[in-house]
């Protein structure tokens, strides 16, 4: 009863009914959540569709949504997000909704308002951020599968540091209607599950064009589970030298260098490239979101709806703005918010938001220019396995270089999955696969077929073994 396919088949042949499979989860989560710490919300009784979990960024109509943070306590939208919609369409049941980083704003997930989400192969270790609690949500088996979003890395990070599978789509394929926005031109929901098949399950479920988003790209929705043949042969794999350079431990390097020989001696092609404005990715990153999110944050003022905080002597406008957004913000997001609104402000704007645009566009061609030669590029998913907790949240420059080989994906709007490909430590080892625009059939075929060959997405962390 590990994977959606799985269940799926199980329902079909009447080894158990929909009904016992959502009984089943409620138990899990019940035992071991206090642990874990993966949900803010439980669904009291779901109905009796395959269940999964989301993401408490999804807006759902009868459930609340905070994003992690204290001034959308309690807040209950009054309409599903586009995703939401369409899984509720095809039967499936939500448990509850999942912890993360305030706002989707971390890397660690240690900047929830609410609790820590604990990574399950080492409780005093972090689950990797954004979508920490939908990672190990499904690593502890608190549910078969869940719904992220990728805004730097922030579903493809936590699945590696949790040992499972996470896809970002390419921006565009999925609709982010509904979904809380950090960064509006890098944010992507996607899947997060134990194999390739279900994350290509899943992504067929809640793709197509939106009219409600006006960034939804208007391409033909498929079955990509039609892509998972297990043949690559002939597959061309482009290794980036730039993401096997300093910085990386040398037992991930080790792990996903053994993964890309795997992949050759079933008969894909190995291509050294180089993706020579890599380096400047986490700067440019870091002025493009905190930019984008210090303009989409300033809706959250306690004027319409979430926290409001008139505890002041002056309870007029100005100071009511200034103490709900004082009191309803956590440390990371007002970081992130006070260098966007720097980097966008009056004489800076050209200096660094501006510079930082174009550059993006300079690593979006060292992609395009990349997929002339090669049909997938591989890399590292993170430089190291998961830190322990407090490691590194004094360090924010530190924190940030986590996403180090993920963001780029983000810049160039690109498709990217992460898939457990090794250990150390005790740990999981991430191995990330990157394709051209609106391919995810290929990277989803490159995991399959890496994934019949080896075992790594089919340990389970103890304690937490169904």
């Not at 997930?109 to 820590?116: G, I, L, P």
């Not at 502890?140 to 970002?168: E, M, N």
């Not at 008139?310 to 260098?339: C, H, Q, W």
């Amino acid at each position: 009863m590990r994977t959606l396919h799985a269940i799926e088949e199980g329902i079909k042949r009447k080894e158990f009914s929909a009904e016992e499979v959502v009984r089943f989860y409620q138990d899990r989560i019940a035992k071991h959540d206090e642990e874990v710490g993966a949900y803010l919300y439980c669904y009291p009784s779901p109905s009796d569709g395959i269940p999964i979990g989301l993401k408490d960024l999804l807006a759902t109509k009868d459930a609340p949504t905070t994003c992690g943070s204290k001034i959308l306590e309690g807040y209950h939208p009054p309409y599903d997000a586009t995703c939401v919609r369409l899984l509720r369409e095809k039967g499936m049941s939500f448990l509850g909704k999942l912890n993360m980083d305030g706002f989707a704003m971390g890397s660690s997930n240690e900047n929830s308002a609410y609790k820590r989400v604990c990574n399950p192969w080492n409780t005093e270790c972090v689950p990797g951020g954004s979508s920490g609690g939908s990672a190990a949500a499904v690593a502890a088996h608190l549910a078969p599968a869940t719904l992220g979003s990728d805004t730097g890395g922030s579903i493809r990070q936590p699945a590696a540091f949790c040992g499972v599978t996470g896809l970002k789509p390419t921006y565009g394929r999925v609709s982010r209607y509904g979904l809380v926005a950090f960064a509006s031109s890098l944010d992507q929901i996607g899947p997060l599950t134990h194999d390739a098949w279900d994350a290509a399950i899943l992504l067929g479920m809640i793709s197509g064009h939106d009219p409600m988003d006006s960034t939804s790209a208007n391409v033909p929705n498929e079955d990509f589970t039609k892509h998972l043949t297990g043949d690559v042969q002939n597959l061309r794999i482009g290794v980036p030298r730039e993401y096997f350079a300093q910085g990386l431990d040398p037992a991930v390097n080790a792990a996903v260098r053994q993964s890309l020989s795997v992949l050759e001696s079933a008969g894909a092609k190995l291509f050294d490239i180089s993706m020579p404005h890599t380096e400047h990715a986490v700067a440019v990153y870091y002025l493009v979101a905190t930019a984008e999110a210090s303009s989409n944050l300033a809706r959250f003022d306690g004027v319409r709806y979430g926290l409001r905080n008139t505890t002041g002597k002056d309870d007029s406008l100005i100071p009511m703005y200034k103490n709900t957004r004082a009191s309803g913000f956590g440390p990371e997001v007002k970081r992130r918010i006070m260098l966007g609104t720097y980097s966008l402000s009056a004489g800076y704007y050209d200096a660094y938001y501006k510079k930082a645009l174009e550059v993006r566009t300079l690593i979006q061609r060292d992609f395009l220019d990349a997929f002339t030669k090669v049909d997938v590029i591989a890399t590292p998913t993170s430089p190291t396995v998961a830190f322990k907790f407090g490691e590194k949240s004094a360090d924010p420059l530190t924190m940030y270089l986590s996403d180090i080989y993920t963001i780029s994906t983000n810049l160039a709007g690109l498709p990217g999955i992460s898939i457990p490909c090794g250990m150390d430590k005790g740990l999981p080892i991430g191995l990330q696969m990157i394709g051209r625009p609106f391919d995810e059939g290929t990277i989803l075929r490159a995991a399959d077929a890496y994934q019949r060959l080896t075992d790594w997405h089919d340990l389970q962390p103890e304690g937490f073994k169904i």
